[in-house]
C-alpha cells in the first residue's frame, strides 16, 4: 500500500528555534507539494517541486523558509527561525505529474511556543 | 475575497440524512474540480473529481458542478457516521503553468451523529 509518509508527525519548540519537517512521497511520483494548514487560511500551497526541481514556492515566506529535495526519496521542509505564527499542521502531497491525482501524507502538527 | 469559499460549519445531521455541502468560486479559469474527505489527524483524501458542469455520481456520493453559477456541490445519500470528516472542495485551471495550482476551500465539518 503505496502512501506519502512525513516525520515527525507532532513537533513542539519554541519561538528562534530551527524547525525540519521531512516527508518521502510515494515511489515513481516525480511531483512533490508542501501545504500549509490553518482554521484561518485554510489549506495553502507553499512550494512545489517536478523531478527534485523547485517550480513554484510564490506561498513561502522566503526569509525563513526553505524546501529541498536532497533526492527523489526525501523532501526536506525547514523554517529558520520559527515564530507562534508558524503553527499549522503542515502537509506533503505527492502525485505522478502536476495535474494528477495528489496523495497527502498524514501530516506534521507544528506548535511553536 | 477568496477565490473558493465554503462554508466551514460545523454540520451535525443525523444517521441516514442527505447531506449537501457546497463551494462558490469566483475564478471562471477553474476547470477540474475536487472534493477531499479529511479525517481527524490525517491528510485529505480524493473523494471525487469532475471536469465538466453537471452530475458525477459514485456509490452513495454525487458531485455536481454549475459552471455558469460557479457553484459545486457534493451531496452525500444515506449518511453514515463514517462520514464523520472534513469535506474540502477543491479546483484548478487546466494547466499549472497557467495558473493550474490546485486551490482550496476552507472545508467543512461533518458529523454524523448514530
Known amino acids: 500500500d503505496a502512501r506519502v509518509t512525513q516525520t515527525p508527525r507532532d513537533k513542539v519548540t519554541e519561538m528562534g528555534q530551527e524547525v525540519t519537517m521531512r516527508c518521502q512521497p510515494i515511489?515513481?511520483?516525480?511531483?512533490v507539494f508542501w501545504y500549509r494548514q490553518t482554521m484561518m487560511q485554510g489549506l495553502e500551497l507553499l512550494a512545489y517541486f517536478r523531478n527534485r526541481a523547485p517550480l513554484d514556492d510564490s506561498g513561502m515566506p522566503k526569509d525563513r523558509f526553505s524546501a529541498e529535495m536532497p533526492d527523489a526519496t526525501l523532501a526536506t521542509l525547514k523554517i529558520q527561525p520559527s515564530e507562534p505564527r508558524d503553527s499549522a499542521v503542515y502537509f506533503c502531497?505527492?502525485?505522478?505529474?502536476?495535474?494528477?491525482?495528489?496523495?497527502f501524507g498524514p501530516g506534521t502538527r507544528l506548535t511553536v511556543l | 475575497q477568496k477565490e473558493v469559499e465554503q462554508d466551514p460549519g460545523p454540520l451535525s445531521v443525523p444517521e441516514g440524512a442527505i447531506v449537501s455541502l457546497n463551494c462558490t468560486y469566483s475564478?471562471?479559469?477553474?476547470?477540474?474540480f475536487m472534493w477531499y474527505r479529511q479525517y481527524s489527524r490525517k491528510g485529505p483524501e480524493l473523494l471525487m473529481y469532475?471536469?465538466?458542469?453537471g452530475n458525477k455520481e459514485d456509490g452513495r456520493f454525487t458531485a455536481q458542478v454549475d459552471k455558469s453559477s460557479k457553484y459545486i456541490s457534493l451531496f452525500i445519500r444515506d449518511s453514515q457516521p463514517s462520514d464523520s470528516a472534513t469535506y474540502l472542495c477543491a479546483m484548478r485551471a487546466l494547466f499549472y503553468n497557467q495558473g493550474g495550482k490546485l486551490i482550496f476551500g476552507q472545508g467543512t465539518e461533518l458529523s454524523v451523529k448514530p
Open positions: 515511489l515513481g511520483h516525480n511531483t
Open positions: 469532475t471536469y465538466s458542469s
Open positions: 502531497a505527492s502525485a505522478l505529474f502536476s495535474t494528477d491525482t495528489q496523495y
Open positions: 475564478n471562471s479559469a477553474f476547470q477540474y
